[in-house]
């Protein structure tokens, strides 16, 4: 997991590298990134206060490649992250996990709005456990189990580089369980042990939002909804993502996350994971020429 990370970021890097050469004859691509490697650590010894001795990381990149010439827009993201804690005693345990990628092409039929279809992939890395990641409890989750395919067609809403709108009424949503041991009826939604997959077909709604609070902190803030029109509409799968990014330096950023996710295939309650990291960042803005409107590229600016 380490390495794929590892080769996702150089070689995301070397397109950035490549393309910002390119800057006078490829002026319809942008590129806006961050590689980040955050470290924590604790030590102890005589401490009457008690405690553990730990140390953890979480490495991840965070990409946005855009291309927009004419009436075309063509959005892709890619969000990769993974992170361990090791605790004297507990041992190894996983601290994030996520894969998300995912590609939307639009033709403008009018201003900001645009006849758009995509599709969409989210996942983990590694295996997750029902007692805090423990490798001896009871596994939950795992690659692919689940992943959620999503293909789909609807409209964009796009008046600035700061707010996406993209609403998809003939939504195809795939439900992916490939480890065997999480084969069992119910699971995610699995209808019969043995199962793999599970196909539904709806309405999905998604939103980016970013918002510049000031110097070099800025919020983004990302949503999402489903509606499955084949078996009980009225059952919302519901996302929310929040990422606070706080510049110190070139080099040096602090990000606090926020997740929440209700999901009643999953479990019938809202799920929340929040992160803080500082530490290393090194961020690619290539984005001179996405738009024509440059007052709303005020958060990008270094």
């Known amino acids: 997991m380490k390495k794929l990370l590892l080769i996702a970021s150089i070689s995301i890097g070397a397109m950035a590298t490549a393309q910002e050469a390119k800057t006078d ?172 997959s599970l196909f539904q077909f709806g309405f999905l709604g998604t939103a980016m939002y970013k918002i510049k609070i000031m110097e070099n902190i800025n919020l983004t803030n990302t949503a999402s909804v489903f509606s499955n029109y084949l078996d009980h509409p009225d059952r919302l799968v519901l996302a929310y993502g929040a990422i606070l990014n706080m510049k110190i330096n070139k080099y040096i950023s602090s990000n606090i996350t926020l997740d929440l996710l209700y999901d009643h295939n999953q479990i019938w309650k809202t799920q929340l994971k929040q992160t803080l990291g500082v530490g290393f960042a090194y961020n690619i803005d290539n984005g001179k020429k996405r738009s024509d409107n440059k007052d709303n590229q005020g958060w990008l600016k270094k």
Request: hydrophobic content about 35%.
């Open 25 to 196: 004859t490829v002026k319809a691509w942008s590129i806006q990134g961050q590689n980040t490697l955050m470290l924590n650590q604790a030590a102890f010894s005589n401490w009457v206060g008690g405690g553990a001795n730990n140390v953890g990381w979480l490495a991840g990149v965070n990409y946005n490649l855009t291309y927009e010439k004419g009436k075309d827009l063509w959005e892709n993201i890619i969000i990769l992250g993974y992170g361990q804690n090791n605790t004297q005693g507990t041992g190894v345990r996983k601290t994030q996990d996520v894969i998300n990628l995912s590609t939307n092409y639009g033709r403008e039929f009018a201003k900001h709005w645009y006849l758009s279809a995509g599709a969409g992939l989210q996942s983990q890395f590694a295996p997750g456990y029902e007692d805090g990641n423990n490798p001896d409890a009871k596994k939950i989750s795992n690659f692919m189990a689940p992943g959620y395919l999503n293909l789909g067609a609807g409209v964009t809403y796009r008046p600035n580089d700061n707010l996406t709108v993209t609403l998809r009424p003939a939504n195809a949503r795939w439900t992916f369980v490939l480890d065997k041991d999480l084969q069992k009826a119910g699971t995610y939604g699995l209808k019969n042990d043995g199962d793999s």
